[in-house]
């Protein structure tokens, strides 16, 4: 990691620093890593840590459904953070507890009466009406774009104030930087995370290409499900 102990202040300075340049601890989606850091912070940090109280927000913005299945990358080890224990495959989630009490269908040694079949038909309707609560989860997509101007003389800070001006239901953007094309000339990579249900990627590129006094072209430079 390029930082340290997210308890000192030093430590923060240097995740600042580090999520200035990137949207994630690791890569370009969010992973067990994202989750040790922000564990270990427990809070948004006060003061001129903007780019870590941005990504905060970003990771609290998901369900613990969602951070729940980022599990495919190794969780490396950060100064400050404490570790993250999976439960064990077999144990039950808490909030089924109760349905290990829940004879469904009572001891086969007992002769089933017409009041003890209603009263398991009842315990069947009232197990299936739990169990269809449970929340789905949203399907989400990572997304970075290549903003590209028309020249060297576009003003790169207000081509950026114009992107994140768009705003949709279901779009959350992220960090940005600048990388350089050529002959001078610097495009925008900003990395943003919709809900592939609310945002169309196409919609998006043509709302941003409007902003015709900056924005030449938008590419898709990286796109990843969540």
């Known amino acids: ?21 990137h949207s994630y601890v690791e890569g370009y989606v969010p992973s067990k890593a994202d989750l040790s850091v922000f564990d270990a ?9 903007v780019h870590i109280q941005r990504w905060y927000r970003h990771i609290a913005s998901f369900s613990s459904q969602e951070r729940s299945a980022w599990g495919g990358q190794a ?14 495959a077999a144990a039950a989630p808490a909030d089924d507890d109760d349905d290990d009490d829940v004879d469904l269908f009572g001891s086969e040694d007992e002769e089933e009466s017409a009041e003890a079949a209603k009263l398991k038909e009842e315990r069947l309707a009232a197990y299936n009406a739990k ?6 989860l949203i399907a989400k997509s990572s997304i ?19 992107v994140r001006s768009v705003e949709m239901d279901g779009l959350l953007w992220g960090a940005a930087k600048l990388v350089p094309v050529g002959y001078g000339i610097m495009k925008l990579q900003i990395c943003c ?5 609310k945002v169309s990627v196409d919609l998006l590129q043509e709302t941003l290409q409007e902003f015709e006094d900056y924005v030449q072209s938008v590419d898709i430079a990286a796109f990843n499900k969540i």
């Open 1 to 21: 990691m390029a930082f340290g102990d997210v308890k000192t202040p030093k430590g923060l300075q240097e995740l600042n620093n580090f999520l200035a340049e």
């Open 41 to 49: 912070l427990g809070k948004a940090p006060a003061g001129d840590y």
């Open 75 to 88: 969780l490396p080890q950060v100064a400050g953070a404490k570790p993250t224990v999976a439960a064990p």
């Open 131 to 136: 169990k269809s609560k449970k929340p789905a």
């Open 144 to 162: 970075i774009l290549d903003v590209k101007p028309w020249d060297d003389e576009t003003d790169m800070k207000e081509m950026e104030k114009a």
């Open 193 to 197: 995370v919709i809900e592939d249900d």
